[in-house]
């Protein structure tokens, strides 16, 4: 799904926040955008309307260089949760690379987290992705709040998939840089497998995660 120009020496990785309406997406992107070295960051685009809602989609877009010159950009994008967006949804999930499903912790949500992560699923099948196949992290947002679910139940529910699963307060910051992380590493993987970062580009991961999340701090 990957969009690969081996003549360009060019590549572009799109990963995708989604989850229900009002988890917490943009919070997290607006967090990376501050938490990120600020040399591969190109600007972020936020899209709210006047009720604080994404309508379209949001987009970090970040910029690597691989040692062979190969031309890494990397688009991460949120969508809109709000379920009458269904159609924005799909075509922000195609060609995706990695997902990252954000719930919000409440147990007011637990049934629109529930059925946001089964329109993920389906919408990846319309899409001609599988959610089994298709790099994928989960992260429990807001954990700030009160009435929320008891990590070790989010635990016991999730353990099972295997897939990683990340308690967050994005709006503090917390969890947002080991969230994305951890669907680069699995993204990295996912890419390698196919295209040789590593052995046809020079491209280790320790390097490309490198590229990607050396904070702000580390220059000051
Ligand atoms: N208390 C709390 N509020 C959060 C957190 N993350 C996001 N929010 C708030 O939840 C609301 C929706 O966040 P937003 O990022 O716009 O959600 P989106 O619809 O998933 O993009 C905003 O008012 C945020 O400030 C969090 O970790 N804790
Ligand atoms: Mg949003």
Not at 71 to 91: E, M, S, W
Not at 159 to 180: D, R, Y
Request: proline residues 4%; charged residues 25%.
């Amino acid at each position: 799904m990957i969009e690969y120009d081996e003549c360009e020496k060019r590549m572009v990785l799109k990963l995708v926040y989604y989850g229900p309406a009002l988890s917490g997406k943009t919070t997290n992107l607006l967090q990376l955008h501050d938490l990120l070295q600020p040399e591969g960051r190109g600007d972020l685009m936020v899209l709210d309307t006047k009720d604080d809602r994404t309508i379209f989609f949001d987009l970090l877009p970040f910029f690597l260089m691989a040692p062979s010159g190969l031309r890494i950009k990397l688009k991460v994008y949120t969508v809109p949760g709000q379920v009458k967006h269904d159609a924005t949804r799909k075509a922000v999930l195609q060609r995706a690379d990695g997902v990252a499903f954000i719930a919000d912790s409440q147990r007011s949500e637990i049934t629109n987290n529930f059925n946001s992560f089964q329109n993920l699923e389906k919408n990846l099948g319309f899409v001609g992705l599988d959610i089994e196949h298709i790099p994928l992290v989960v992260q429990f947002n807001k954990r700030d709040l009160g009435g929320i679910v008891a990590e070790e139940e989010v635990r016991r529910v999730w353990n099972p998939s295997g897939i990683p699963v990340f308690m967050s307060s994005a709006l503090h910051g917390t969890g947002v840089l080991e969230t994305f992380v951890q669907l680069a590493d699995r993204t990295y993987e996912h890419i390698d497998s196919r295209y040789g970062l590593a052995g046809n580009h020079g491209l280790d991961k320790h390097m490309f995660l490198s590229q990607l999340v050396r904070r702000r701090s580390d220059y000051s």
